[in-house]
């Protein structure tokens, strides 16, 4: 018997309802709630017995936030899956859910054909929680009211708590910003709902029945509600009733068990470039099939200072991967030849990149997998993520970028995570710290940090810059905190004075940003002193630069990038 149920069944609008499953006694989730208290109790790498495993789903209706919703549910320790509206009960009932979130999405209620839930999850009598369209959905099919709004709300609002003694509402203060982004409105509350907050525009910013079933209005999930993850965290601990218990070890635990049931007795190879996302890919592939793994390595010429040596230490001697090392760099560097237009360069690098690949890997045989390290925001940032595309910026390298004409089956364990729950599985995998907490380094490499041509005299130059700000980065133990820290080779070249003599050389841009997922980025506030250094040791010790600027440009309307 699940303790977290509600004490009595919602009642779904008749057009909405089907088969009804029965009722069952159980304790409402406020004894729970005080019993829980609610905080994780198990370390990262403890594994959980799956008989105990707790589950939230959250239900997709389309927004852009999904992914964040589920991010949101894992940073609480609690396992989640997001699944299409439609998914069947078949599918979801063996997930054993404590509760269901509900997101937004771009439809409208009232329209013909509107995504709505399932009956079935009201009729498991389980803990709800929908957000701004989820909301509107709930309101409809319990029976009240959803009409199209006078205004757009979208932006900033102050929600005020009118009854604080909701369990959602635990160590929330009073009053605090949320993120609005709606266009219908609730005009009538279900039977039996009750408003426990408002903003000035919404007179039910939170709506509660008090048997476990709430909407919100604006958007819990994202940054800009500094308090989302507190009403999050309460509903799934508070309200669902779950404990916390499931961690990284867990995700690495499935992910084993998965990869050797896919990959059976077959062949998988893997591109390494030596960054996080797939060292880790490969680390946890090689840690579930060992040698039937092949890494293959092209060291297409773009990479910066010992980057080849620190990648083969780490993989080869430490952990005895099966690594295929390419040289390709005269290959690039010979097509990139006049070359300066930004998504040229990019095509081209791609298109070289898959067609070394292909070479090194039908050396090796029959191959049945390909490995990737593609991570949630890349599949966003490439326009790929099906329906919803959104509008492409720039062709990202590693997202569906590798052998299309390679009948290969893909193997993405870490698509559904963000950059920092990657870095959380380095660590639990043992990764060494420098490479679990490596800044992201493009796939096209240094060609995009190269404006204009691309030629062996600039990449020298670059390796030059770029290393002497990492190094003083590093050494002012910035390196964490920023996002990205690197160097730019601009084609721009300004006449300075060296000793008694006239130099024209090169100007170096530096980029240091801050950022959560490299959707959004600030540039960092690095002290003078570090810029200073900076500064002095590349005009010092690079030759043929003469001149250090700093980029203090937010993405965006930039992008991190410069190309
Ligand atoms: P932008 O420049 O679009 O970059 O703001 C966002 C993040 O993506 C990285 N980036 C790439 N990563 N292949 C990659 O693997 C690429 O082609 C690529 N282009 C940009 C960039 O370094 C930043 O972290």
Redesign the pocket.
């Known amino acids: 018997m699940d303790k977290a149920k509600r004490k009595s069944k919602p009642t779904l609008n008749e057009s909405h309802r089907v088969a009804t499953s029965g009722d069952i006694e159980v304790s409402t989730y406020l004894e729970i709630a005080k019993e829980i208290g609610g905080e994780p109790s198990v370390s990262p790498k403890e594994v959980i017995p799956s008989a105990e495993r707790e589950a939230i789903v959250v239900i997709d209706f389309g927004s852009q936030y999904s992914m964040l919703i589920a991010r949101r549910v894992r940073e609480c320790q609690v396992y989640c899956e997001l699944l299409p509206y439609d998914t069947p009960w078949e599918k979801i009932a063996p997930l054993n859910p404590k509760g269901f979130i509900f997101s937004g999405g771009p439809g409208s209620v009232y329209e013909p054909d509107a995504p709505l839930a399932l009956a079935d999850i009201y009729e498991s009598q389980l803990p709800i929680l929908g957000i701004c369209y989820g909301m509107q959905v709930l309101t409809k099919q319990l029976g009240g009211q959803v009409t199209p709004g006078i205004k757009h709300e979208y932006g900033h609002a102050i929600l005020h708590l009118s009854d604080v003694d909701s369990p959602i509402f635990t160590d929330l203060p009073s009053s605090s910003p949320v993120w609005m982004s709606h266009a219908d409105r609730i005009e009538e509350m279900p039977p039996g709902f009750t408003a426990l907050a408002y903003t000035e525009n919404s007179p039910f910013a939170i709506i509660g029945n008090g048997e476990g079933i709430f909407g919100l209005q604006f958007h819990p999930e994202v940054a800009h509600t500094p308090e989302g993850k507190t009403i999050l965290r309460n509903f799934v601990y508070r309200v669902c009733g779950c404990k916390g218990n499931w961690t990284i070890g867990n995700f690495i635990n499935d992910n084993l068990s998965k990869i050797k049931k896919q990959v059976g007795s077959g062949k998988v190879i893997s591109a390494l470039s030596g960054g996080v996302d797939s060292s880790v890919v490969a680390t946890l592939i090689h840690r579930a099939i060992g040698d039937q793994l092949t890494c293959i390595f092209v060291n297409h010429g773009l990479l910066r200072r010992e980057e080849v040596e620190r990648t083969f230490n780490v993989f080869q001697l430490n952990l005895g991967m099966n690594i295929v090392y390419v040289d390709a760099s005269q290959r690039f560097l010979s097509r990139l030849k006049g070359i300066t237009d930004p998504e040229m360069k990019?095509k081209i690098i791609g298109e070289e990149f898959i067609s070394v690949f292909e070479e090194e890997a039908k050396k090796i045989g029959k191959v049945d997998f390909l490995a990737q390290g593609t991570l949630y925001p890349d599949v966003i940032?490439s326009a790929s993520s099906g329906s919803q595309a959104s509008a492409k910026?720039?062709?990202?390298?590693?997202v569906g970028g590798l052998p299309a004409k390679m009948i290969l089956q893909l193997i993405e364990p870490v698509r559904d995570l963000f950059k920092d729950e990657v870095r959380q599985v380095g660590l639990a995998l043992d990764l060494p710290e420098e490479m679990v907490w490596r800044q992201?380094?493009?796939?096209?490499g240094l060609a995009?940090r190269i404006i204009g041509e691309v030629t062996e005299e600039k990449l020298e130059i670059l390796r030059g810059a770029d290393f002497i700000v990492m190094n003083e980065i590093k050494k002012a133990k910035l390196y964490r905190q920023l996002?990205?820290s690197f160097a730019i080779l601009t084609d721009v070249k300004s006449v300075g004075v060296m000793g008694d003599y006239r130099t024209y050389g090169y100007l170096v841009a530096i980029r240091a940003v801050t950022s959560e997922d490299?959707m959004t980025?600030d540039w960092a506030r690095l002290p003078y002193d570090l810029l200073a250094r900076i500064s002095n040791r590349i005009v010092n010790e690079v030759p043929g630069v003469n001149r250090v600027v700093y980029d203090i440009t937010s993405?965006p309307p930039s992008?991190?990038?410069w190309e």
């Open positions: 990019r940032e910026i720039k062709t990202h390298h590693n992201p380094f493009p796939g096209p995009i996002w990205q490299a980025a993405k992008t991190i990038e």
